[in-house]
């Protein structure tokens, strides 16, 4: 079966230090992979999304970077956060070619900018 | 563009109380309709869907039709439970673009015993 995996699962960090947060799917090829950032009490807002390796589309433009080395790795970067960078951070995938669409989720990264 | 407006929350409801989350949408095209569920510090789960012009989705309790002469995919449940307590989001996805998923901002459901 599949399995998606986050981590860390919370994170503290300073302002203008820099960010890795790092998410792994088992038991699929070639999903796709996505990265959503949930700011507390809001909905989720679509940050990067990648169809394979190395192939990433951004939705909103900041300070946050996406990269896809390996087919079942997605990695969200920043080299200086904001506190507004603040929130929570899931990973999701759904198979490529799906019929249906549907995405499924990790457990989440808290990052905490202070 | 693709959009999906939800009921305002929290809604708070008393155990064993009929529970209804407005969903709208706006899409060109057949898109699929979604419902996920987030507890409290967890990841989302996808909780039901349909894929067509009144299909019915259903799991655990809840369900949901989709409406295309209203565009509208309203989250029913009879009876809740404390447990049902959870962040509820509608979702769509157009059926010819699996690339982007577009969330409502979520409506909190907290249940009173």
């Known amino acids: 079966s599949q399995t998606i995996h986050q981590w860390p699962a919370t994170l503290v960090q300073p302002v203008g230090s820099p960010l890795s947060l790092e998410c792994t799917v088992e038991?699929?090829?070639?999903?796709?992979l996505y990265w959503y950032r949930q700011a507390a009490g809001r909905g989720l807002q679509l940050l990067f999304y990648?169809?394979?390796?190395?192939?990433i589309s951004s939705e909103v433009p900041q300070n946050l970077s996406a990269s896809r080395p390996q087919d079942r790795q997605f990695i969200l970067s920043s080299k200086k956060l904001l506190l507004s960078d603040s929130g929570f951070y899931l990973c999701?995938?759904?198979?490529?070619?799906?019929?249906?669409?549907?995405?499924?989720f990790g457990p989440g990264t808290r990052l905490t900018v202070t | 563009g693709d959009s999906v407006t939800q009921m305002e929350g929290p809604v708070t409801l008393s155990e064993e109380a009929f529970l209804t989350i407005n969903c709208t949408y706006t899409?060109?095209?057949?898109?699929?309709l979604f419902w996920y569920v987030q507890y409290p510090g967890e990841g989302l789960q996808l909780l039901l869907k349909?894929?067509?012009?009144?299909d019915k989705g259903s799991n655990k309790g809840f369900e949901a039709t989709y409406r295309k002469e209203t565009t509208s995919f309203h989250l029913e449940k009879g009876s809740v439970q404390v447990s049902d307590s959870a962040v509820y989001f509608c979702?769509?996805?157009?059926?010819?673009?699996?690339?982007?998923?577009?969330f409502g901002s979520g409506t909190k459901l907290n249940v009173k015993p």
């Open positions: 999701a995938w759904n198979p490529m070619g799906g019929l249906t669409g549907e995405q499924y």
């Open positions: 038991g699929t090829s070639n999903p796709n």
């Open positions: 990648s169809v394979g390796i190395g192939q």
């Open positions: 899409a060109t095209g057949y898109p699929s």
């Open positions: 349909a894929t067509k012009a009144d």
């Open positions: 979702a769509l996805i157009r059926t010819y673009n699996f690339n982007k998923f577009y």
